[in-house]
């Protein structure tokens, strides 16, 4: 890991086991914003990490974020962090300020049909509705990310100018339906640097950081739990038929933590687009497997609410199919390799996610390979 | 916190990799082109001696070794690339492959300078083949319980019992054999020795055994007392055992236990087409997503290699994610090529072939090279849970 990556690691592993405590997190199911919580976040400059300089941020690199998000993931931290780093980044791009306070991201889904923008000039109205927007109607703004060919355009939308129905996924996290009929867009901003997929792609993958989290938190639960529950007179530990379940879910995680942090290091590059897929749909298996056994080694314990694996496996079932379901990301990567002829599918395949010493992306020299990463 | 092994880091690969690899696929599609390395309809290796010393001749065996011993003083991620770009090809690998894999740098690590100058030229020039003598009738997955003993005579060794399950004796001019030099005591661990038995000497039998699909792969090697001389020794008299877990780490680590049945996926691939259904997609989706995912993990660990460390847990745990890959593989081919009515009689008849010969070999792909309930517990080791 690098110097960043170690102590990001160390200073948020800090705070969010000080500050995510089952008292906070039960109150977060229950509508309570952890406001101080999200004060230390922003006090620590996680929040804004992925902005500029003079926007308050470091402009950190997209590994980095996973780092963080990793602990975030492992301590179920009950805000909006993935949502509004991204769209602090997004708004730092376009050179509008963000301020403080939680933002939500409205990408419209994968294929970015959810939002149209009209109009011109200062003045500019949304329209289109999205299912389950992340804190959308208790952040302080909503930034939608409409496609436009090569660019994407921002909208800074405040909620209350939204239709709004408050909802949850089955982690008691706020997934709110946004519907827009004319709604009034306080600010307006065009990127052509960006394209929506590429704003997709990082929304996924900083799911996959927090999936990743949850899943290094329900081992190590795991791991401890067998090591002190004792029957037939021997702690659980001590079972072949335990160790075995247990070397399948380290197996589980150990795979999702190797395609996440590969996928996070070529994200902005074209196949990006293939292994953020590839991570996506990875974890979605690596997710039914591990929570499968990490509730049957904890018995019924698992199955109470006193009890903390539930904190991360209802967020690992919700996160799954988040930005992205995992039927669309095994599509998206088949789609884009089906037909392929038996001897160019390793050339295409070994030039996804590969990254070589000098930065450079390697080549897409046959036709076929040049297909697989740009579908 | 996730202990630090269960960490693959991504590695960045020297440019000249690439190069490497295009080199590797050139000389294959050349291959193909004349005829020397029709597609495959199998999956595996096979052997080809021709194929061997070609590739020897471009001095892609032995790669990483030193030059004064034939090798070629290439990194282990060269090598790595190589590995990959013919296990991909589905070429006919299987007559070098233990000896380059294993057998080479096992005599690096523990060999004397005369085994070293002896042995290795011939390996990386495709003429020298050794097979891996552990297993024995009574001995598999428990290797230290082995009765195949090595007692003391003047000048050497007298090696008597019998080793099964030997892959490629028959192809083989020499065997490296574990044998019991002390009776065992406290420590079953300790007592047991390496050494090279020539297969072609005195009291040597080696009979085929016709695996489930009707192929002469392995045999048995009966030993009735081989007389070895004492410069055929291995390392160290009584450090067989810490010699062999080096070996493993070896034999495990490398990607033919997630690229051994890919010839299966490459012709299902291609015999989707580009009109395959959503759900054919992403069946295919999911196969390609595991597939990333073990290389990411095993390019994590040819890095490793090439540092010196010895990668035991992480190599435990891709044998084992990539074993069961391979057989979820086969079972979802089987279905795919169903619903996606794909014709394997006439269109992708090819492809009908390799699913069937897949089909033989996958039961055993979580057993050769260390059982899979043996790689959970080495990963249940690493997990502090024994
Ligand atoms: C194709 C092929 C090629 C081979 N080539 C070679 C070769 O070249 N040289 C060589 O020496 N050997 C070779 N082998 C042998 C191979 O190493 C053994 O098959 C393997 O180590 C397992 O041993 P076994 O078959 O005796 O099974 P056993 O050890 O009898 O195991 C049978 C089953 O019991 C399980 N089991 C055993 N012990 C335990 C335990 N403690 N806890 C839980 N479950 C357990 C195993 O996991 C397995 O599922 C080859 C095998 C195959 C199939």
Redesign the interface.
Known sequence: MSDIANMLTETATRLFSELCTKAVLAAAETGNFPQALWVAVEEAGFASMLAMEQDGGIAASAPDAVTLLRVAGRFSAPVPLAETMIARWLLSQAGLSAGTGPLTIALGGMTADGWRLEGSGKNWTLHGKEHAVPWGSSAKSVVVVVGEGTGITLGVVDPTQLKTEARRNIAGEPRDELIANVASVTKVAHLAGLDHDRVFRMAALFRAGLIVGALDSILELSVRYVGERVQFGRPLARLQAIQQQLAVLAGSVAASSAITDAAACVIEREDGRLMIAAARARLADAIDTATGIAHQVHGAMGFAREYALHLNTRRLWAWRDEYGTAVQWRERLGRSFAGIAADDLWPALALVGARTETGKPLTHETPSIARATAV | ??TPQ??????????A??QL?HEV?DFI?EE?RNGFLP?PNHVGMRVSFDFTRKLAKRGWIGMTWPKKYGGHERTALERYAVT??LL??GAPVRAHWVPDRQTGPLLLKFGTEEQKLKYLPGIAAGECIFSIGLSEPGTGSDLASLSTRADRVEGGWKISGTKSWNSNSHNAQFMIALCRTEPPGEDRHRGISQFIVDLSAPGVTIRPIINLAGEHDFNEVVLDAVFVPDKNLLGELGNGWNQVSTELAYERSGPERWLSA??L???L??A?????S?S???????L??????????SL?IAMTLQTGHAPNL?AA?VK??GTCFEQDLVRIARDLINSEAIDIFERAR?LGEVLDHAQLWSVIYTVRGGAK?I???V??R?????
């Open positions: 916190m996730i269960l960490r693959f880091t991504p590695p960045e690969l020297p440019a990799i690439e690899r696929r599609a193909r597609r990959e770009e991909a090809a890919f010839r996926l490459a012709e691939t291609e989707l087409g580009i009109k395959a959503a054919g997609c992403e069946r295919l989706g999911q390609l997503a595991h597939l990333l995912t073990l290389r990411q993990m994590s992480e745990i084992d994610l090819l309930e790689m959970r517990g990963i249940a690493g997990l502090g849970l024994r």
